[in-house]
């Protein structure tokens, strides 16, 4: 990891320390926050059912607001994580499902269906977490293998790593019977979410936490094993446990609502873009953003064709590959 | 005859070329020199058609480059740029056969045949002509892209820095080689050189540019004073008189 | 240069002149390297497993009426493997040849996911009555200008703006396949049930089922192209070399690219409609055909490749329904082993 150039290594370099530009005026910061409040608040009030109608209260309670809360708490647990990916890779272009972890997580859930057919949701989610744990590792380790280090080889690398593996899991559910159930599982959709379902995800709020303390140290892994070793930080622990944190987030999103494309990569290249490169001042922001954007997606995929209703993955996925695509040229462009 | 009348090139905003007017007679060996940033190379492509020109006109031969047919023209004008990176696996001896192209649409007659083995024997490749390119050193493959360019038999012939890459021993042969290729073969051999002693060495004529220009043009002799060069390099360089020609000096002041 | 003279001289089995002196061995390894020799080799491992096809496993009498009437039935599959294996192949190393890479090809680069969206526009905005109305050859020809308009464009675009760097094409390619597929997902949940059932039955063929009645037009489309690119074969020589040194050659560097890329565009739309995506296929054989002839000129490279994809996918379809009886998988497991292939190359030598 130490050879590479990648352009996200002065990601923290550019704060010098004891600098906080968040503190230069928390407007902004409040301004967003109530961007995003109006979001989730119009997420509470979109749908088919009519709230005034009877038993609006309580489908109100069913579904409406553990839909909301499990798009904040999936949109900004998968955010965060692929600022730390991107942190772990020193890599601007990696997020989950540009490095393979989300189709490991969904491999894992199916072999968890296979072998444990009486297994809880509690026991998927921790094969799933595992499996998105060990593919994780498997793409650190080819990446600190393999020669071709180039910033834009590396998300393509996984993306490919990532094909291979769902390949692997279709072929699974193919010769078992169990194709369709497949395509219902992953594409990312809020639409099965309902009370009793979407608890687990509180987990990914405990994930986020984590995070938020160890900032700092992700900080200085951004900047390499040389440099982190020389600051002190245990790097190859601080990679585990950065790891780890990645994979439960995943894990547990793919097992509750399924692949939320390009998230993880838009909200914190758009944040470091506008804000810079300050890890921690820009947690709150990617968090935020996460929740914006998945929302928004959310809602626009609950209208766009009432009563049915279309999965976010797919809005993501089309908002997300434009956006990618512009990032890529843009930092090409620049250097 | 190359003639270039009224011959500018813009980059967006930067004045690359001209206008340029100019006369290169048939026949020998002109070397362009002058600082980077020049048009020399810019100017050697305009004329080898491979960028077109803003405004202006050039012919080589006669021919428009612009508007004569372009396998025509190919019988004509040859061009070698300096960057030659293709994926393509071809022995030297099949790179050097596509130089026929032009004449034959790659079906090789006996004349093609014998062309081939001529380009190929002038620049020492006939040992070396069944190994793949890839498998040659960054001066021999120089030189198997001069043979196709030779073999292409052509009057007129375009270097851009043939010497690039090329050690001592190696640019040494290469001039030796388009020299003989002016005497022998009668071809009219133009090319931009770094090394002005180079030049100097090989040249019948020396165009001297600066800031897209023409600023001098002369005989090695005549554009081979420390007045002129340095004007042109915007370095104080001395002319002292070398074995049979004149050679520059500027390593220190 | 007096060096090279006393270098030893390397023997290279595909372009050794006859006469050349063999110290390497015996006359049958040089029967075994020459191309004639590995060409007729791998039609007959082609043939070998279209006869497996035809009539492995086949529950009538030989030479039966029955038997016949199985045999026909399968003729079908073999056509439409036959058809998609040209279109791929050829595709690919022509490609290859107008890009000058040997990584990136109209697959990868996500031109079979632009496929599907123009499809799924054209039923999104014209509705189905569009599809059914144009049909045959003018179809495929305004699908295939549709194509070319929208990859030159895209492509071209990105090509001319970074001085053409292959990561980030590849990149920028892979991310914009994904992309087209949610898009034509997203249109395709848009659309009523009645219009998406005539598209998926346009968009999601496999070997198996594939529309038996597409297969002529399909077939008709590769002899023609087929004849159009073998008829340049000495022209794609001098393009393959690149830009400058083909205008310095005569060739019209920019028209024969184009003209190359609409043929690749056709080829693919062909192969898309008849079994749907298959992203790494044309890269490995490819890479196979590469590896079998040596040298890259296109007299040699374009029928080998030709012969390979349908030997590879012949083999593949044989051996996956007839003894793992599993012949839906087939490409699953070719984007699979592709994959892996791919990965394992691009991780070995990086982009060259």
Redesign the interface.
Known sequence: MTRSSAPAAPLAATAAPGTRPGRRSALPLVLALAVTLALVVASLFVGVYDLRAEGGGQMFLITRIPRTLALVLAGSAMAVSGLVLQQLTQNRFVEPTTSGTSEWAALGLLLSVLLLPGAGIATRMVVASAAAFVGTMVFMAILRRVQVRSTLVVPVVGIMLGAVVSALTTLIAISTNYLQLLGTWFMGSFTSVVRGQYEVLWIVAAVCVAIFVLADRLTVAGLGRDVATNLGVRYDRLILLGTSLVAVASGVTTVVVGFLPFLGLIVPNVVAMLRGDDLRSNLPWVCLGGIALVTACDIVGRVVRMPFEVPVAMILGIVGAAAFVALVLRVQRRG | MITLHDVAKTYGDVHALGPVDLEIPTGGVTALVGPNGAGKSTMLTIVGRLLHADTGRVTVGGLDVVTTHPRDLARRLAILRQENHFVARLTVRQLVQLGRFPHSQGRITRDDEAAVDTALGFLDLTDLQHRFLDELSGGQRQRAYVAMVLAQDTDYVLLDEPLNNLDMQHAVAMMARLRRAADELGKTVVLVVHDINFASAYADRIIAMTDGRIRYVGTPAEVMTSTVLSDVFATPVTVVDGPGYPLAVYYRG | ?AE??T?P????PA???PH?PHSGGPRWRVVVGSYGFRLTLVVLLALAAAVGILTYGNPAAPGSSGFWVIVRSRFASVGTILVVAFCQGVATVVF??VT???ILTPSILGFDALYRVIQTALVFLFGAGTLAATDGLGKIALQSLLMVGFASLLYGWLFT??KA?L??L???G???G??????S??MQ??LTPSEFDILSARLFGNISASDASYLPWGALVCVVVGTVLWRR???L??V??????A??????HQREVLLTLVLVAVLISVSTSMVGPM?FFGFVVAMLT?QVV????HTRTLPMVAAVACATLLGAYFVLRHVFY?A??VS??I??AG??V??VH???K???
């Open positions: 240069m090279v003279t270098s001289r390397t023997w290279s372009a050794a002149p050349a290859h040849t000058n890479n040997r703006g970074t760097n990561h980030l590849l990149l920028v892979v991310v914009l994904m992309g087209f597929g949610s898009l997902t997203f949940r848009l074969r000495h022209v020589d001098v393959a070399l690149g830009r400058e040194t205008t310095s050659l005569g060739v019209r992203t590469y040596g040298d890259s000129r599993a839906g998988l699953v497991i984007e699979l994959g892996l791919f990965l691009l991780l070995r990086g982009l060259r």
